[in-house]
């Protein structure tokens, strides 16, 4: 079993920066090297949404086109580590954020793929 768990999350002005950072645990750290990681957003009572994603190590990476430029993705394989800076952030960014953890090494941007999540953390933007 994995354990993931998401923090960075705030109230924020629009045009302000985040940085989220997701900590996983509960399997080897040599598994955690071998798997693809990603980014979702869910808002209440709509779908959650792909964001980001990054390969097992660090070279691939994949952005939904609403937060291409202005966010990052990023991995620290050494501490178990998932990053995603947030940058210009606007009211449309406001969502609960959560990372997953892939089932493959690429990384993926269908929630399907993904086989454990975090409880999510939460990011709220002001106009």
């Known amino acids: 079993q994995v354990q993931l768990v998401e923090s960075g999350g705030g109230v924020v002005q629009a045009g302000d920066s985040l940085k989220l950072s997701c900590v996983a645990s509960g399997r080897t750290h040599v598994t955690f090297t071998s798997v693809g990681m990603g980014w979702f957003r869910q808002n209440p009572g709509q779908e959650r949404k792909f964001v980001a994603s990054?390969?097992?190590?660090?070279?691939?990476?994949f952005y939904a086109e609403s937060v291409k430029g202005r966010f990052i993705i990023s991995r620290d394989n050494t501490e178990n580590t998932l990053y995603l800076q947030m940058n210009s952030l606007n009211s449309e960014d406001s969502a609960v954020y959560y990372c997953?953890?892939?089932?493959?090494?690429?990384?993926?941007?269908?929630?399907?793929?993904?086989?454990?999540w975090g409880r999510g953390t939460q990011v709220t933007v002001s106009s």
């Open positions: 997953g953890w892939d089932n493959a090494p690429l990384p993926g941007w269908s929630v399907a793929e993904y086989e454990f």
């Open positions: 990054i390969g097992w190590n660090g070279d691939q990476t």
